[in-house]
């Protein structure tokens, strides 16, 4: 079954990552929602894709109470989304801001997974694989995937994520053919491709065999998953 996973929420009729946007996302049938986690200077985790507000304080620099109301925490984020899976993006490359080498975000995820989603619920990703490392280091049962844009040798991309212990490879729409989606299979990885709004090519996708398709759109998504498996 492929799921319909809404891109930071019903992003496309709502403020992307914010409450209302995951409500929607439910309400629109969304299997699942993708958000963005960043960790505020005291230490509370937030949902945020851009490391600075529009005034250009940093993120990492602000307390969480000094953070806009509309940016949840995402403790407030998970309980929103319940009964929906999560799939939890930890902002933390090494040329962003508010770059942290000890991944402290990654073990504040971590807690947060499992006081408020489960493993069942729940999908720790990142493009950087060393955030994902300290996620299976404090709690190996917690499900990861490595996010990629452009993943160069499809072998080697899916031999990367399998030594880090991941579950899914969440690679960009257009390096995705089905001869990945086999390999990714055959390699024991699901597969959740991002970002995708045109319904021809969540129809691709699909006969691919995709696990999971990352849409600004859930309501065309879940329209024609439904369609499609009827």
């Known amino acids: 079954m492929t799921l319909v996973i809404a891109h930071r929420g019903a992003s496309a009729a709502a403020a992307e990552n914010t409450l209302p946007a995951f409500r929607l996302a439910r309400e629109l049938g969304a299997d699942w929602v993708e958000l963005d986690a960043r960790r505020s200077r005291d230490g509370v985790v937030v949902v945020s894709h851009d490391a ?15 953070l ?23 902002k933390n490359l090494p040329e962003e801001p508010d770059y942290d080498s000890d991944h402290a975000v990654s073990e504040a995820v971590a807690g947060l997974v499992q006081a408020y989603l489960g493993v069942e619920r729940a999908l720790v990703t990142s493009f950087n694989i060393d955030a994902l490392d300290r996620i299976k280091f404090v709690d190996p049962t917690i499900p990861c995937g490595w996010l990629t844009f452009d993943m160069g040798d499809p072998a080697s991309a899916v031999g990367r994520a399998v030594a880090h212990g991941m579950s899914s490879i969440n690679p ?59």
């Open 52 to 66: 600075c507000l529009p005034d250009g304080r940093m993120i990492g620099q602000t307390d969480g109470a000094d």
């Open 172 to 230: 960009y729409d257009t390096t995705v053919d089905a001869a990945f989606v086999r390999r990714a299979h055959d390699a024991g990885l699901e597969v959740h491709v991002w970002t995708v709004d045109e319904t021809d090519r969540m129809t691709r996708l699909f006969e691919f065999g995709v696990d999971g398709i990352i849409t600004n759109v859930p309501d065309v998504g879940r329209a024609l998953i439904d369609h499609l498996v009827s």
């Open 68 to 90: 806009p109301e509309s940016m949840p925490s995402l403790a407030e984020a998970l309980e929103e989304c319940d009964p929906m899976g999560v799939n939890i993006e930890i």
